[in-house]
């Protein structure tokens, strides 16, 4: 499946360093692309492995807030 997250608050390349590895270390995610002009992260991912609510607090935890 893909999904694409609205996040707020990312501006630079660490942002995009961190949200990318955070969303890429859980299982089941098999890519995660950020695009900083549009503030949003295209995810693939399992959905029988892993949940969004999981996806949204991977990147909750790095200090960013994930819009429905």
Do not use: I, P, W
């Amino acid at each position: 499946m893909e999904k694409t997250l609205n996040v707020q608050g990312m501006s630079c390349g660490h942002c995009k360093t961190a949200v990318e590895g955070a969303l890429n270390n859980l299982e089941g995610v098999t890519s995660a692309d950020v695009n900083l002009d549009a503030g949003t992260v295209d995810v693939a991912y399992d959905d029988a492995r892993v949940s969004f609510e999981a996806m949204k607090e991977a990147v909750e935890d790095q200090g960013y807030d994930v819009e429905a």
